[in-house]
């Protein structure tokens, strides 16, 4: 059985591990932000994909698992009963939702870039902002310095 | 009648999430099992388009089978639109299900509380829920039109492909937006630069100008 799964966060350091029924690790991936794969299974029952945050920063996960369900083809061949155009139709299910697998990928991954462009929109908005009112008060301190330099209490010590 | 080889093979992924979870599926059937421990909160999160069916059920799964499930094995769940609105609460169940009509497109979100006992218990709930082209009563669309299973399959095949071409114009548009917006912050950015080079310039000069008339002032120069 064919399986898809993708998953996304929104900062690297979720640790992702799938477990097969038998207690094997099929996959496992360590302080990743996401990631898009597939593999057979080759035990039917129950999978455990568990998603571990170390940090203390709560997360967001996004993720999607695809079961596919190919007929067997070898018991299509034995079964003469089976219509080819029942056979088709199972076919065309299965592109459609590999469409939809990947349709949702994409979906995902906008909606991450979205969330990156937005957040650096904000953020050079601040940081200009931050820049000038930066300049303003070292140069206004500047100035206060140079005159506290040649005012009278300090001119009698210094200048 | 013609049995159709399409094995819905029922697999039952089981999560173990810090706090938020967000599930893309919006026309596929997948139960979804996961742990909450006592007084602890899971929020599981979909996209839903407007004017689309959705389906909901949620179930405690008995950690015994042949015994009864114990009665301080419960949990409130609610289900909340995007924008705030209730649209199915639950309070200290054990199983339930919910179905409504999304009049609003946007993230559902759907939360589950423990209920807090002594001896903290980590209940598994498993939550199935359907939307789009999945979420469709099949079932009463055979009987009303006496369709055979085929063209059924057909149908849902062609509800499927609509759906397919409904999310390409949704991702279209979201990329039109997200080029609009890259090109505002590009010149927003051109703009502001600019800016920071004219105050910086101006701020240097009236540092000048105002020395220069402070030591005009004291005689200095």
Redesign the interface.
């Given at each position: 059985?064919d399986?898809d799964i993708f998953w996304s966060s929104d900062h690297p350091g979720i640790d992702f591990t799938v477990t097969s029924p038998g207690g094997n690790v099929i996959q496992s991936l360590k302080g990743t932000s996401g990631d898009k794969f597939e593999f057979k299974a080759t035990q039917?029952g129950?999978?455990?994909?568990?998603?571990?945050?170390p940090f203390s920063t709560?997360?967001?996960?996004?993720?999607?698992?695809?079961?596919g369900?190919i007929?067997n083809e070898h018991?299509?061949a034995k079964?003469e009963?089976?219509?080819p155009?029942?056979?088709k139709?199972?076919e065309?299910?299965e592109a459609?939702?590999s469409?939809?697998t990947e349709?949702?990928y994409?979906?995902?991954r906008?909606a991450r870039?979205?969330h990156t462009?937005?957040s650096?929109?904000k953020r050079?908005?601040v940081y200009?902002l931050l820049?000038?009112i930066l300049?303003?008060t070292t140069?206004i301190l500047?100035?206060v310095y140079?005159?506290r330099l040649?005012s009278k209490s300090f001119a009698y010590n210094r200048v | 009648m013609?049995i159709?080889?399409?094995?819905?093979?029922n697999?039952?992924?089981?999560?173990?999430?810090?706090?938020?979870?967000?599930?893309?599926?919006?026309?596929?059937i997948?139960s979804l099992?996961f742990e909450l421990q006592s007084g602890h909160t899971k929020c599981i999160?979909e996209?839903i388009k407007s004017n689309s069916m959705t389906v909901g059920k949620y179930t405690v799964i008995n950690p015994n089978e042949g015994y009864p499930l114990p009665d301080s094995h419960r949990f409130t769940v609610r289900v909340t639109s995007s924008h705030g609105n209730n649209f199915h609460y639950g309070d200290r169940v054990q199983s339930g299900q919910f179905a409504f009509v999304a009049a609003e497109s946007g993230d559902y979100m759907t939360c589950f509380w423990a209920v807090d006992n002594k001896p903290p218990v980590t209940l598994t709930i498993d939550l199935e829920w359907k939307t789009g082209v999945a979420a469709k009563d099949w079932s009463n669309v055979a009987k009303k039109g006496q369709v055979d299973v085929?063209e059924l399959?057909?149908k849902?095949?062609q509800d499927?492909?609509a759906s397919?071409h409904d999310?390409?114009f949704?991702?279209r548009e979201?990329?039109e937006?997200?080029q609009e917006?890259?090109r505002?912050?590009d010149s927003?950015?051109f703009w502001?630069?600019l800016?920071?080079l004219f105050?910086?310039l101006s701020?240097?000069g009236?540092?000048l100008w105002?020395?220069k008339s402070?030591?005009e002032k004291?005689k200095?120069i």
């Open positions: 059985m399986h039917s129950i999978h455990k994909f568990c998603f571990h945050n709560p997360e967001t996960v996004s993720f999607y698992v695809h079961v369900h007929p018991d299509l079964d009963h089976l219509d155009i029942n056979v139709i199972a065309l299910r459609l939702e469409i939809i349709q949702k994409l979906k995902a906008d870039h979205r462009n937005e650096t929109r050079v908005v200009t820049e000038y300049f303003v140069s500047q100035v140079i005159r040649f | 013609i159709i080889p399409i094995i819905r093979f697999h039952k992924p089981l999560l173990h999430l810090s706090l938020l979870i967000l599930v893309l599926f919006s026309s596929s997948e099992r999160s996209d085929m399959e057909i849902k095949l499927t492909v397919i999310e390409m949704y991702l979201r990329e937006e997200m917006l890259n505002t912050t927003r950015m502001l630069s800016l920071s105050v910086c701020v240097a009236l540092q105002h020395l402070f030591f004291k200095l």
